[in-house]
């Protein structure tokens, strides 16, 4: 059995036995009673699962730590989170630690995994236990701050939006300074970035088709930043074989870490159809407002989502 596969197996392995002994350390299952102090640190104690020391279970809670960094605070993005010297340009944070750490750490807290997306022979969005993404960071004057990671992801305003539209108006002529474009060829009238309220009512004045008229409203609405809704889920990535060596490779280890574009070789992906085939717009772009300066240092806690279904039974609604 080759290296990769060798290390994914034994990353479990240490798992699982990092389970057996917390579990045997459990103060609830003791005969004898303990010092409070002693408890608290056993129920305190994080496992490293990596030799960086980035990747730390709390088995007691059920929750996996990712220590990271701030890589990007502006700009489109593919990624939450990448592996460190990859992907830097399309991912907010950057992560020291071999893929298959967090894949093994998921498990470790009772994560399902799923199944990646597949783009052939047709669409199948991704699929996988859902998680939540929590972020922990200090601000410039030391104070502890938390916020779940979507708030760090917004719909992304650094792009094309195109409409159909048979014909231009009849007296609507475009400034060539203008973001606004028609495509004779295509039919499609086209607009890149943000439109502000003024820009849209200068151009709602143009004409009062309401072929037009839609399309214009359709450009300021959908250009208009909004906090990701999506949730994460944990899809697993998968492995690839080598032909010419019969090596087998995790495709996570290329970075791939925390998506919020779809990628078949994702360990934890968004629930939604999200674009990275290159071919169309990628949907998302980094929350400037919210992030810290590049290099703050970000712990990324990852537990089990709650059943929504079972929580409103318990409330009483359906």
């Not at 944070?93 to 470790?108: K, R, V």
């Not at 959908?222 to 060596?245: H, N, V, Y």
């Amino acid at each position: 059995m080759k290296r990769q596969t060798m290390t994914l197996f034994a990353l479990f392995a240490c798992v699982l036995l990092c389970c057996q002994v917390l579990t045997a350390a459990d103060p609830m299952k003791k005969k004898t009673g303990s010092t409070a102090d002693a408890k608290s640190k056993e129920t305190d104690e994080l496992v490293s699962l990596n030799r960086q020391k980035t990747v730390l279970l709390d088995l007691p809670h059920k929750k996996l730590l990712l220590k990271t960094h701030v890589c990007l605070q502006e700009g489109v993005l593919e990624m939450l989170l990448c592996k460190k010297q990859t992907k830097e340009h399309e991912s907010i944070l950057s992560i020291e630690s071999p893929a298959t750490a967090i894949h093994a750490g998921l498990l470790a807290i009772g994560a399902k995994v799923g199944t990646p997306v597949k783009f052939t022979p047709k669409f199948q969005p991704p699929q996988g236990q859902k998680l939540k993404l929590e972020l922990v960071w200090k601000d410039k004057d030391g104070k502890e701050q938390r916020e779940v990671a979507q708030q760090w992801v917004r719909t992304a305003t650094s792009r094309y939006f195109t409409a159909m539209l048979d014909r231009l108006p009849e007296g609507v002529t475009i400034d060539k300074k203008s973001e606004l474009r028609y495509d004779e060829k295509y039919k499609e009238l086209i607009w890149f970035g943000q439109m502000s309220k003024e820009t849209r009512d200068q151009f709602l004045t143009k004409s009062r088709d309401k072929a037009f008229q839609k399309a214009i409203k359709k450009f300021y609405d959908e250009s208009q930043p909004r906090i990701m809704k999506a949730d994460w889920i944990f899809a697993g990535s998968g492995f690839a074989l080598d032909e010419m060596t019969g090596e087998k490779y995790y495709y996570a280890e290329s970075g791939d870490l925390i998506c919020v574009a779809n990628f078949p070789t994702a360990i934890i992906d968004v629930n939604i159809a999200s674009s990275a085939s290159g071919e169309g717009n990628l949907l998302f772009e980094a929350n400037k407002d919210k992030i810290p300066p590049r290099g703050t240092p970000v712990t990324i806690e990852i537990t089990l989502a709650e059943d929504e279904s079972k929580d409103k039974s318990k409330d009483g609604t359906k």
